[in-house]
Structures are given as C-alpha cells and as structure tokens.
C-alpha cells in the first residue's frame, strides 16, 4: 500500500533519479566484489559508471554512463562472489522488508553491508568503535538510516510494482514462484 501511494503522488522521472543516486552510492562493494571474482572489465566498468554519474549524473540522480557511453554492469554483490568460490546457497528465505535471500546470499548482504563505506564512514547504522566517521553516530543518524533505508525500498518496490502486480494475478502459489525465479536468477548471476 505505501508503494502505490508513493507511485501515485511521485511521477516515474523522480523515483528513477531516487534509484540511480542509490546505486550511485553503492557502488564500493559491486566494484570490490568484480575484483574478488577477477572480474577487472566489470570492476573498470563500474568504476567508470561512478565518475561519470557522479559528475555528469549530477551526483548520480541521472545515468548519463548507460545512456551517454552505453557502460552497463552486471550487478555483482558478496553473495554472488561466495558462490563463484563454491559456497553453496542454503535454504531459502523470505524475510520481511528485504525480500527473498538464500542462507548465502544473506551472509553477502551482511558482507556488503561491510563493504559499503557509506554504512560505517558517513551514515553509520550501528557504531563501531575507532572506527573512522565523518558523523558521530547516535539515535538519529540511527533514525535517518532506516528512514533512507525505508524511503529506498518504498521507491523500489513503486518502480517494480507493475511487475509485481501481474505476477500476483497471474499464480496461484505466488511463493514456490518467487522462491524458483529467484534461486534461477542467482545461479545464472553466478555463471556469468
């Protein structure tokens, strides 16, 4: 409900700029993980996707990279580097807010969680101590944290709702489709 509220009163323009200024921030762990996996085209790409958006993409709210000098990467996270190695994926599981994850992919998120210097450098969510930070943590840059973390997967979900919506109709045992489209979806990311 909060996705269609949010689609309704944001135009599509607005949430896609949202979107790429969140992947625009993140790209530390995609580019770490392209190099664990040996992937230095990917990793050259990415970081070429971050200097272009962050300069021309005016901070990353546009994506003249893909549009201008057609550089698209494949996303790579600590999930899919853990698989490269051989790590099986673990039981399923379907976890509120965040969305499905294998066991694997869930030890990735919290790795690239890790990764990401925005997490512990500038917004940190939990406080580390002597660990570098450009702001001191307390409750509300706590508070900020899961606000942007809110904000970010309201926008998200309102980008992909149509989607959602017509595979919500269109099964009938919508978990066992989520759980086989996902576990598909990864083993190939893996491949790749």
Request: glycine share 8%; charged share 15%.
């Given at each position: ?53 962050s300069t021309l993409g ?37 976890i509120p807010f965040l ?13 690239d969680s890790f990764l ?77």
């Amino acid at each position: 409900p909060a996705a269609k509220v949010y689609n309704f009163f944001i135009p599509p323009d607005v949430q896609q700029s949202f979107s790429n200024v969140f992947q625009n921030i993140r790209f530390f762990p995609r580019l770490l993980n392209n190099l664990f996996q040996a992937k230095f085209q990917g990793a050259s790409i990415e970081l070429s996707r971050f200097l272009i958006n962050s300069t021309l993409g005016v901070g990353g709210l546009f994506d003249p990279a893909k549009i201008m000098f057609d550089l698209e990467t494949p996303f790579e996270d600590f999930g899919q580097t853990l698989g490269t190695y051989g790590v099986p994926p673990g039981p399923f599981l379907m976890i509120p807010f965040l969305g499905p994850f294998t066991l694997r992919d869930g030890i990735g998120y919290i790795g690239d969680s890790f990764l990401d210097p925005f997490n512990w450098l500038v917004l940190p969510f939990i406080e580390i101590a002597d660990a570098p930070r450009l702001i001191q943590h307390d409750t509300t840059i706590t508070l900020a944290r899961l606000g942007m973390v809110a904000g970010e997967t309201v926008n998200l979900r309102a980008l992909t709702l149509e989607t959602f919506q017509g595979v919500e109709e269109g099964t009938l045992d919508l978990y066992s489709a989520i759980r086989n489209a996902y576990l598909q979806q990864r083993a190939k990311a893996i491949r790749e």
